[in-house]
Each structure stands twice: as C-alpha cells, then as structure tokens.
Nanobody, 122 residues
Framework: VQLQASGGGLVQVGDSLRLSCAAS????????IGWFRQAPGKEREFVAR??????YYADSVKGRFTISRDSADNTVYLQMNSLEPEDTAVYYC??????????????????WGQGTQVTVSS
C-alpha cells in the first residue's frame, strides 16, 4: 500500500489544519491507519489511529484532534483544532494490520507515507 500525506503548513496558535492521508494499492478496510509526528531532536510519537472498529488518540491531542475516514476517496483525515506550538512537527501517516495493544508503537506499522510539516507560530 502506498500512502501520501498532505495538508501541512504554517499557522498561528489556536488555528486549525486538516491533514490528509491518501492510500493506493489497498483500501483502508484492510489496514488500520495511524498518524505520528516527529519534532526536531525528538522521537517519533503516536498521535492517533483509525480502524473500522475504533479510534485512539494520544492524551496530548485528545479533544483537539479528530481522525476520520472518507471511504469514497480512500483517504484518512486528521482534523487538528486549537493548535499549539508544541504541535509543531513533521506529521506522518502509516498503515498497519496489527490488532494488539501496542498500536501506538511505530514498529507495528508496515507502510509509511512521506511527512508533511506542521508549524504553529506563537
């Protein structure tokens, strides 16, 4: 499966952005889709995961970010509201078939898209 992430940009504190992760090769019914982010000098961290049955969020984004899927165009979205400077990072989407409890670990994902930069300016 090939993933294409897009939608990043430079915004102000409190603004919103919507990231897109478009898939080709397989439909999202076959995979769970996660969003991760990596800030300079930091490890890649889990943001959210979508599957047919449920969604998960990191505590740091819960209530501000929403992950959803549009089956018509095989795209998963990450709606990010009330953005903070701490949200500044390169955002990646990834696909997994893993069904265990460690869905938040990057190693459980088999396919990755290229990153999209999100910068939140104060």
């Amino acid at each position: 499966v090939q993933l294409q992430a897009s939608g990043g940009g430079l915004v102000q504190v409190g603004d919103s952005l919507r990231l897109s992760c478009a898939a080709s090769g397989h439909t999202f019914n076959d995979y769970h889709i996660g969003w991760f982010r990596q800030a300079p000098g930091k490890e890649r961290e889990f943001v959210a995961r979508w599957s047919v049955l449920n969604t998960y969020y990191a505590d740091s984004v819960k209530g501000r970010f929403t992950i959803s899927r549009d089956s018509a165009d095989n795209t998963v979205y990450l709606q990010m509201n009330s953005l903070e400077p701490e949200d500044t990072a390169v955002y990646y989407c990834a696909a997994q078939r893993y069904n265990g409890n460690y869905y938040y670990l990057p190693d459980t994902y088999s396919f990755w898209g290229q990153g999209t930069q999100v910068t939140v300016s104060s």
